[in-house]
């Protein structure tokens, strides 16, 4: 018998064809079952982690403009688009049932976009119902403290300055502690907190923080109460004009007080009604500052009503420094004090909300300041830094705005 020796090569792959095929084939539906086991594993770790992570976030968008230079809320007669224009956004992971790390990045117009840490904490929630949360923490003595820069979940196109820019941080490293004692229809909360803080316009030191808060709420009535203190150690500081030569103008800051580790206190109540048509918010505070710096008495009163998509509202707010009379000039340095501090004013504000789109609204505000007295009401560019005379005896303030949640 004779082989043809160039056909065995093809005769021995003819023969090995079917097993090769197998072969293949076996491999083919193992990479096909392992591709869906990494695909069922990553749809599994995306469920979690979407199950564990909640994002959401919020935008504010203003144009402020004034009648004239005294500087309330930082307005001029100039359009501004920087000073209650903010983003923020916020992570929230749950590492257990009980235990949350909670994270909100905030960017604001009037900080040039700076990205910076708001909240930074981990809470965890105890089987007897405590709550406690360390890191940076909002300092909880408003009413709308939680939601401070949230604007969508205010009904004024910003809480009034007259109690709320009463407090230069709205901030603290430290930590907190909460419990809800739950009634038949209604809640009560009591919370404490301690820690530290940093002015960041001045940098003065507050260490020492501690207060505690206690709220009662049936969803319709809100009943609040808070008491804080602080030892506070700085300088605080006022930017003033110094002509350099004739026509020429520089700013520079100068030294009003030095603080060394000052006592301040701080004691606030307010009340909430919403029925769903009928709103009335009101606050009061009173915060002390040993020393020469001034104590002072704010608070404010805004009735709103809603009608469909639209809510207006109108606000009357005061605020007035108290010690006045044992804070008397008796040197330049005193006086100088005395026109830096020295505050009072009125503000009545009208405005409206305009609930446009879902989780998106549109804020019209006209706030009207005066009652200053003899002071420059509590803004420091309404005083003529030569001739020490006050400059404006009123102010009036536009204001559109758009708050949004995502």
């Given at each position: 018998m004779k082989f043809n020796l160039k056909a065995l090569p093809v005769a021995i792959s003819i023969a090995m064809a079917p097993s090769i095929a197998l072969a293949d084939d076996a491999a083919d539906a193992k990479i096909a079952k392992?591709?869906?086991?990494?695909?069922?594993?990553?749809?599994?770790?995306?469920?979690?982690?979407?199950?564990?992570?909640k994002l959401n976030g919020f935008i504010s968008g203003a144009y402020i403009s004034s009648d004239n230079d005294a500087g309330y809320n930082s307005a001029d007669t100039s359009a501004n688009f920087s000073e209650d224009s903010k983003v923020g956004l916020q992570a929230?992971?749950?590492?257990?049932?009980?235990?949350?790390?909670?994270?909100?990045?905030?960017?604001?117009?009037?900080?040039?976009?700076?990205?910076?840490a708001e909240w930074a904490y981990l809470a965890h929630r105890f089987e007897n119902g405590v709550k406690l949360r360390g890191g940076k923490l909002r300092v909880p003595l408003y009413m709308?403290?939680?939601?401070?820069?949230?604007?969508?979940?205010?009904?004024?196109?910003?809480?009034?300055?007259?109690?709320?820019?009463?407090?230069?941080?709205?901030?603290?490293?430290?930590?907190?502690?909460?419990?809800?004692?739950?009634f038949d229809d209604s809640t009560l909360t009591m919370q404490m907190f301690g820690g530290e803080s940093k002015v960041k316009s001045t940098g003065?030191?507050?260490?020492?923080?501690?207060?505690?808060?206690?709220?009662?709420?049936?969803?319709?009535?809100?009943?609040?109460?808070?008491?804080?203190?602080?030892?506070l150690d700085g300088s605080v500081k006022s930017e003033v004009d110094?002509?350099?030569?004739?026509?020429?103008?520089?700013?520079?800051?100068?030294?009003?007080?030095?603080?060394?580790?000052?006592?301040?206190?701080?004691?606030?109540?307010?009340?909430?009604?919403?029925?769903?048509e009928v709103i009335a918010i009101?606050?009061?505070?009173?915060?002390?500052?040993?020393?020469?710096?001034?104590?002072?008495?704010?608070?404010?009163?805004?009735?709103?009503?809603?009608?469909?998509?639209?809510?207006?509202?109108?606000?009357?707010?005061?605020?007035?420094?108290?010690?006045?009379d044992e804070r008397l000039p008796i040197s330049v340095a005193a006086a100088t004090q005395m026109l830096a501090f020295n505050a009072e004013r009125m503000a009545y504000s009208l405005g409206l909300r305009w609930d446009a789109i879902d989780n998106v609204a549109v804020k019209f505000d006209v706030t009207y300041a005066d009652?200053?007295?003899?002071?420059?009401?509590?803004?420091?560019?309404?005083?003529?830094?030569?001739?020490g005379q006050i400059i404006y005896d009123d102010t009036l303030i536009y204001t559109v705005k758009f708050d949004a949640v995502f």
């Open positions: 392992l591709e869906q086991q990494v695909q069922a594993l990553q749809s599994q770790q995306n469920a979690s982690l979407k199950d564990k992570v929230t992971f749950d590492i257990s049932d009980r235990t949350q790390a909670v994270l909100q990045l905030m960017m604001r117009g009037e900080y040039d976009w700076e990205v910076e709308y403290s939680d939601y401070l820069d949230v604007g969508y979940a205010q009904p004024f196109a910003r809480p009034p300055e007259e109690v709320y820019g009463a407090v230069p941080f709205s901030s603290y490293t430290g930590a907190g502690a909460s419990y809800d004692v739950d003065t030191e507050v260490s020492n923080l501690i207060g505690a808060n206690v709220s009662w709420t049936d969803e319709t009535w809100t009943l609040r109460a808070v008491y804080g203190q602080a030892q110094v002509e350099l030569a004739p026509g020429v103008i520089t700013q520079a800051d100068y030294t009003v007080l030095e603080l060394n580790d000052e006592k301040g206190t701080f004691t606030g109540v307010g009340a909430s009604y919403d029925n769903g009101t606050e009061w505070t009173r915060i002390e500052v040993d020393a020469a710096y001034p104590d002072s008495d704010s608070g404010y009163l805004t009735l709103g009503y809603r009608i469909k998509e639209f809510t207006p509202y109108v606000t009357v707010a005061y605020m007035k420094t108290q010690d006045n009652d200053f007295g003899d002071t420059s009401g509590g803004f420091l560019n309404n005083v003529d830094s030569n001739t």
